[in-house]
């Protein structure tokens, strides 16, 4: 029986997998974790499965369609061997000593950075090699890259990050839609409270009609020209989208108060100007409206 010495080359590579692949999986499974709870937190329970049963199909589909997304999106070229006869016997020898159980098919990508990069499973991987990398690197320098791409492949680290990719898009996904549905509950509440203040205004004046033509007068002196040439300017559709109610239904809404038992409030002068004040210029318009 063959015992490895624990500075046996072949041992600390035995090592360094299974330590690789420890670190894989706790990976996979903080992600996993992670895009469970933005699903669940938002939406509740049922979207925590719709979370795992997506990371699911992730893992089962990703290795293939992003494989041949990726090769699509650089729109490379596959290298025959009798187009590249030299790159297939290094391609057919560096896979044989990795263990894989295929060889990697070489694309060329017809671009000037040097750059390549590997894509696929272990039972059918590409690697796409740049023209400004084949013509910048002498053979043993390519054969240097083509070991390091086989690594990848090898170690299977293109399943694992695209993994982690997948997991990641979804939890950003899942989070949009969350900070989506605070964003609309926070303007409804903002809508609500204004109907609230408007309440409690016409019961503290006792006089809901003052606050309607005011509202009235507001919205037509602060209309912008763009409300002429596009009606409903400035009142989003559909109404979840408003931060405030639209002025016609806080003006119903105030018409239907019965003036309240309120004591007279002190509105003997005609304005509240200040003396230095009244004898500012006129208002300036500006192209999105008044200038005050």
């Known amino acids: 029986m063959t015992r490895h010495h624990p500075s046996d080359p072949r041992t600390a ?33 049922g979207c925590l499965w719709l979370a795992l049963f997506a990371v699911a199909g992730a893992l089962l589909l990703e290795p293939v369609a992003a494989s041949a997304l990726s090769l699509r999106l650089y729109r490379v070229r596959a290298l025959h061997p009798q187009q590249a006869h030299e790159m297939w ?6 896979p044989a000593r990795a263990g894989l159980p295929a060889t990697p098919v070489p694309h060329y990508v017809p671009s000037a950075v040097v750059n390549a990069f590997a894509t696929g499973s272990k039972q059918k991987a590409s690697i796409a090699l740049t023209d400004g990398l084949l013509r910048s690197l002498s053979p043993r320098e390519l054969a240097g ?4 791409e086989v690594a990848h492949i090898a170690n299977e680290d293109l399943r694992v ?10 939890t950003s996904l899942l989070a949009l839609m969350g900070q989506i549905a605070i964003l609309l509950a926070q303007l409804g ?3 609500v409270r204004e109907f609230d203040a408007d309440r409690l205004a016409a019961e ?4 809901p009609q003052g606050l309607a033509p005011a509202l009235a007068k507001i919205e037509r002196v602060s209309r912008s020209w763009r409300a002429w040439l596009w ?11 408003r931060t405030r109610p639209a002025t016609q239904e806080r003006i119903a809404r105030l018409l239907t108060l019965a003036p309240g038992p309120a004591s007279a409030l002190p509105l003997r002068a005609p304005h509240f100007l200040p003396e230095s004040a009244l004898a500012t210029r006129p208002p300036r318009w500006r192209p999105s409206g008044l200038w005050r």
Do not use: K, Y
Request: net charge positive; proline share 6%; glycine share 12%.
């Open 145 to 148: 890259v083509f070991a390091h």
């Open 161 to 170: 990050m695209g993994l982690a990719d997948s997991v990641s898009r979804l």
């Open 204 to 207: 503290l004046t006792g006089d």
């Open 13 to 45: 590579l035995l090592q360094h997998r299974w330590l690789n692949r420890l670190q894989t999986g706790l990976l996979v499974l903080t992600l996993v974790g992670i895009a469970a709870a933005a699903g669940r937190l938002p939406f509740g329970e």
């Open 189 to 191: 509440l903002s809508r």
């Open 231 to 241: 009606p409903g300017w400035g009142n989003p559709e559909p109404s979840c989208l």
């Open 89 to 94: 016997a290094l391609l057919r020898e560096l």
